[in-house]
């Protein structure tokens, strides 16, 4: 794992927005497949004490997906959306929705930029308040996001060498 790739995370005072940057070492397609393809999504979202468990998973304008991480206690933490738009390549749009705090939902768009044998992504997502928002900072998904991306990068690093 790369330590020159960190996470940033923006969220203004007084604004319903989040924004995450992570720039990873691995070619755009491969980050892209493991956004869309879910026998990779399970081994790189979320913290790695959780186990992941794909509901549905539909990458298309209008399909759903819906997942589930499970602690070692065993208590579930389920998430749901539905995707709204899909470029290949390029950006997905899509809703967000934790299952302990139903209809506090967020649209996120998540875009992916070719630098040449890496790849950034970038997250724009909308709360429907502030205290939304400041409620999604305060969850601690700075640290499940920080983590999955390092798995994620992990992942790429040992599908590249054939591990």
């Given at each position: 794992m790369s330590t020159k790739n960190s996470l940033t995370i923006t969220a203004e005072p007084g604004v319903p927005f989040i924004d995450t940057v992570?720039?990873?070492?691995?070619?755009?397609?491969?980050?892209?497949?493991?956004?869309?393809?879910?026998?990779?999504?399970?081994?790189?979202?979320?913290?790695?004490?959780?186990?992941?468990?794909?509901v549905e998973f539909d990458p298309r304008?209008?399909?759903?997906?819906?997942?589930?991480?499970?602690?070692?206690?065993?208590?579930?933490?389920?998430?749901?959306?539905?995707?709204?738009?899909?470029?290949?390549?390029?950006?997905?749009?899509?809703t967000f929705e934790f299952d302990g705090y139903p209809g506090h939902v967020s649209l996120e768009r998540v875009t992916f930029e070719d630098l040449g044998g890496r790849t950034k992504v970038s997250t724009h997502a909308v709360y429907q308040t502030v205290e939304?928002?400041?409620?999604?900072?305060?969850?601690?998904m700075e640290g499940g996001m920080a983590e999955g991306y390092d798995r994620m990068e992990e992942l790429l690093a040992?599908?590249?060498?054939?591990?």
């Open positions: 992570r720039e990873l070492d691995a070619p755009l397609d491969a980050v892209y497949r493991a956004y869309t393809d879910p026998a990779l999504i399970t081994q790189w979202m979320g913290p790695r004490n959780l186990a992941m468990e794909i304008a209008g399909g759903r997906w819906n997942y589930i991480h499970r602690d070692p206690e065993g208590n579930a933490f389920g998430f749901k959306g539905v995707f709204h738009s899909i470029t290949p390549g390029e950006q997905m749009l899509q939304d928002r400041d409620g999604m900072v305060a969850s601690g040992g599908v590249a060498s054939g591990a």
